[in-house]
């Protein structure tokens, strides 16, 4: 909900920015990957899927009730299941469970790389796979080379390949130009 309120206040202030309603994307690492993923699929949020240019979801979790146990030790296990383990909860809070046949979804581009936690890489793959077979679109980028870390510092700088994916899916799914608050290059 958190998530949610804060799309709110973007779409009703944006323009008192400089900012576009119409060409807002959503960005998520890891954690955050999650978020931005559920409220562009989740039901009680389509409303605000209208406003949605795109989904930019970086080694994000897309089905929390069949993660990999081993990554699950304490921290994690709170990261992303917020200590919960029903499954049934796990799925409700889970953006796949939401991808389904009739959901008009907005454009979504996924990112996994390299070194990534267990079965984040995997995640992305099947979720990927649903939206494509719901005809919803959806890009795919693969870093090499990158950990789940380094993928999301690497960001701040405008040369390095994971930026460079970001800055032309942006690019790619504007209606005009697009500004990138912090990033250098491209």
């Not at 304490?74 to 919960?84: A, E, I, M, W």
């Not at 099947?126 to 919803?136: I, P, V």
């Not at 700088?157 to 005009?176: C, D, F, L, M, P």
């Amino acid at each position: 909900r958190d998530v949610a309120a804060a799309f709110d206040w973007t779409v009703a202030n944006i323009a008192a920015y400089g900012g576009d309603p119409q060409n807002i994307f959503l960005f998520g690492h890891s954690a955050g990957g999650h978020l931005v993923s559920l409220l562009a699929t989740h039901d009680d949020y389509r409303t605000r899927r209208a406003w949605m240019r795109g989904v930019i979801s970086m080694s994000g979790a897309y089905k929390l009730d069949e993660l990999n146990p081993v990554i699950f030790n304490g921290v994690l296990d709170q990261t992303f299941r917020g200590g919960h383990t029903d499954t049934a909860e796990l799925g409700s809070a889970s953006p796949t469970t939401y991808a389904r046949a009739g959901a008009t979804l907005p454009p979504f581009f996924l990112l996994h790389c390299q070194f990534d936690l267990l079965s984040l890489p995997e995640q992305a793959i099947l979720f990927r796979n649903k939206l494509e077979t719901m005809a919803s679109p959806v890009s795919w980028e693969y870093l090499p080379g990158y950990t789940h870390e380094s993928e999301m510092t690497a960001i701040a700088n405008g040369q390095e390949a994971v930026t460079q994916a970001i800055i032309a899916y942006v690019r790619s799914n504007t209606r005009k130009w697009a500004y990138l608050p912090l990033i250098t290059g491209g």
